[in-house]
């Protein structure tokens, strides 16, 4: 059996770097969906590519080209539905081809498109190379921030991305994403810490049904700070920030030392970490659970999520590749739209 579609709608996933393992999750994911219990999805991909793939892991698997996301929910008991790619992508696992580059941007711009349309529940995105589309000319950091411009370019209202890793043990949001460490006391503003704090509280509530979300601020110094003899952020920016959030009536403590927040008692007294930087965040959240984590991105009208990991090249086409946190990406994806479309209906 395989979970029921949210809203008669399928989950549209983007195929990713095809040297990575993005191609081996998703046709293993097919294969499995009745084990795991996964809703409908669709992939939008180079179908030849697809079929090399397939043969090299020795999955048996009927794969079929479809016109319309609307197609996909009849054929996924029986076949793997795909929208095939006007760009195509060559199966050479572990090696990047520059040409692949446009083949893996049309695949996330025509996923987002369906979603936003409203002809996919749920985007879920498989890992990208991110030298390999800078190299194309792509500019932006990750996905994060190409979703946030596809979203405003087709709503006309402005988007503010938050990345939130989310895991059985931990969820962790870096409030500044991929940039240089020596920029981030440059980026980090009171202003960004309070924007960032207000999406994830309302996400937590809309999307994940907590009713008062408990938010916990790094600091971003070494034990924060150490009353402004390490640093003095977390006086002058990260503490006003939680003075502002709280008088949004939003639950909140901090800035706190990085090193002794994670630990287990620690982690009970909140639901979402709110860090200072990339690895701060990811750090823990990878290391607690490299295996379940999803990455969820917040402010977006669509949901959004993605595997904890990156394109692991060197699994690709070897059949090594777990696939435990793309299916927590596709369930929680699933879950998230139900929890929308529930509240959308009440
Ligand atoms: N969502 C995304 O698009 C995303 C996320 C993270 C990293 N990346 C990109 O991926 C590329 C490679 O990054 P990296 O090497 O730092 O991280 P990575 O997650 O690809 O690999 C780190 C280590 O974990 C292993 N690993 C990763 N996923 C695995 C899986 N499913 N099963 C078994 N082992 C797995 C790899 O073999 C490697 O040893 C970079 O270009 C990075 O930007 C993309
Ligand atoms: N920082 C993310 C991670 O390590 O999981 C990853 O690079 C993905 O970023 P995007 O979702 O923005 O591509």
Same mark, same amino acid.
């Given at each position: 059996m395989t979970s029921p579609s949210v809203a008669g709608l399928p989950l549209a996933v983007s195929v990713g770097?095809?040297?990575?393992i993005g191609p081996d999750l998703v046709l293993t994911c097919h294969r499995d969906r009745a084990l795991f219990n996964l809703a409908p999805f669709f992939t939008v991909a180079d179908v030849d590519m697809l079929q090399s793939r397939a043969a090299r892991l020795g999955i048996d698997i009927s794969i079929a080209a479809i016109d319309?996301?609307?197609?996909a929910v009849a054929v996924f008991p029986s076949a793997l539905p795909v929208l095939p790619l006007e760009n195509r992508h060559e199966d050479a696992p572990g090696a990047t081809n520059p040409a692949n580059a446009a083949g893996t941007i049309e695949s996330i711009e025509r996923a987002t498109r369906y979603a936003l349309e409203g002809r996919a529940a749920a985007l879920v995105t498989a890992p990208i190379e991110k030298k390999a589309l800078y190299d194309a000319g792509?500019?932006?950091?990750?996905h994060t921030e190409f979703l946030a411009a596809l979203c405003q370019r087709h709503s006309g209202h402005s988007v503010q991305p938050v990345m939130l890793l989310t895991g059985p043990e931990l969820s962790s949001v870096p409030v500044?994403?991929?940039?240089p460490l020596c920029d981030v006391p440059k980026a980090l503003t009171t202003e960004l810490v309070v924007s960032t704090g207000r999406i994830v509280a309302r996400h937590l509530k809309?999307?994940?049904?907590?009713a008062q979300p408990r938010l916990a601020v790094a600091g971003?110094?070494?034990?924060?700070?150490e009353q402004g003899t390490m640093g003095r952020e977390d006086i002058e920016i990260v503490a006003p920030a939680i003075e502002r959030l709280r008088k949004d009536g939003i639950t909140v403590h901090g800035?706190?030392? @990085?090193?002794?927040?994670?630990?287990a008692e620690a982690r #009970?007294?909140?639901?979402v970490a709110l860090c200072m930087y990339h690895d701060q965040a990811l750090i823990p959240v990878k290391t607690l659970g490299f295996d379940e984590s999803v990455n969820v991105t917040l402010g977006l009208p669509i949901i959004r999520t993605s595997p904890d990991?990156?394109? @692991?090249a060197a699994l690709a086409?070897?059949?090594?590749? #777990?696939t435990a946190s793309f299916i927590a990406a596709l369930t929680l994806a699933s879950r998230m739209a139900a929890i929308r479309a529930g509240s959308a209906g009440a």
């Open positions: 770097e095809p040297s990575g319309r996301p609307e197609d792509f500019d932006h950091p990750g500044t994403i991929h940039i809309r999307d994940f049904g907590i971003l110094n070494p034990h924060a700070g800035p706190l030392p @990085a090193d002794t927040m994670f630990h #009970r007294t909140y639901d990991h990156g394109t @692991a086409g070897t059949g090594q590749a #777990r």
